[in-house]
Nanobody, 117 residues
């Protein structure tokens, strides 16, 4: 079992920045990919970015150039630096752990990000 705890969400004005963190605990099996997803009211959950075990990253087009995902394996933490935030970035952001090798996937409880215009 893996536990994921997100933090760093909040209210920010358009153009501002936030940094989300997701701390892992429990039985963490490598290799694993970490991802950030978001879900706005009335919409489906969507991928924001993910980072593989080797550090390679992938971003949704709507955040490219504005958001940066990173991970610190020593601290068992993944980050999402969000810059130039827009009102349409308002959503609950979820952290995801995926180990395809071991067939394990876990989600965090989510953290609210609200961007005011």
């Amino acid at each position: 079992q893996v536990q994921l705890v997100e933090s760093g969400g909040g209210l920010v004005q358009a153009g501002g920045s936030l940094r989300l963190s997701c701390a892992l605990s429990g039985i963490i099996l490598s290799p694993y990919t970490m991802g950030w997803y978001r879900q706005a009211p009335g919409k489906q959950r969507e991928l924001v970015a993910h980072i593989s075990n080797d550090g390679s990253t992938n971003y949704a087009d709507f955040v490219k150039g504005r958001f940066t995902i990173s991970r610190d394996n020593t601290k068992k933490t993944v980050y999402l630096q969000m810059n130039s935030l827009k009102p349409e970035d308002t959503a609950v952001y979820y952290c995801n752990y995926l180990s395809s090798t071991w067939g394990k996937e876990y989600w965090g409880q989510g953290t609210q990000v609200t961007v005011s215009s």
